[in-house]
């Protein structure tokens, strides 16, 4: 069975960090572009960050840039996101999704996704 799962969520106090996980099971990331949006309550869903199959490109919405991090490790078939100085605007849940090779900004390019991991920022 294909499944991308995330996991690392949880309550974080503003201006704090967390690392989130995306780990793939049934197939192997190495040939897919991984995604992170994310889905406030009462809001669209978002992009958060991209990073393609070679890991040698990296996009990043601008909401985030200079304060979340995305990195894989094919190895671990995994794709992480460290998120520092977190705001409360962050607070969301996360989803990580696949599609083959190159980032797009679209969700509607990307095939499967995961069920996602809460994200709460607050003191």
């Known amino acids: 069975q294909l499944q991308l799962v995330e996991s690392g969520g949880g309550l974080v106090q503003p201006g704090g960090s967390r690392r989130l996980s995306c780990v793939a099971s049934?197939?192997?990331?190495?040939?897919?572009?991984i995604a992170w949006f994310r889905q406030a309550p009462g809001k669209e869903r978002e992009g958060v960050s991209c990073?393609?199959?070679?890991?040698?490109?990296?996009d990043y919405a601008d909401s985030v840039k200079g304060r979340f991090t995305i990195s894989r490790d094919n190895a671990k078939n995994t794709v992480y996101l460290q998120m520092n100085k977190l705001e409360p605007e962050d607070p969301a849940v996360y989803y990580c999704?696949?599609?083959?090779?190159?980032?797009?900004?679209?969700?509607?390019?990307?095939?499967?996704w995961g069920h996602g991991t809460q994200l709460t920022v607050s003191a």
């Open positions: 990073i393609s199959s070679s890991g040698g490109s990296t």
């Open positions: 049934g197939f192997t990331l190495t040939y897919l572009a």
């Open positions: 999704a696949e599609r083959h090779n190159r980032c797009y900004r679209a969700d509607t390019e990307y095939a499967y």
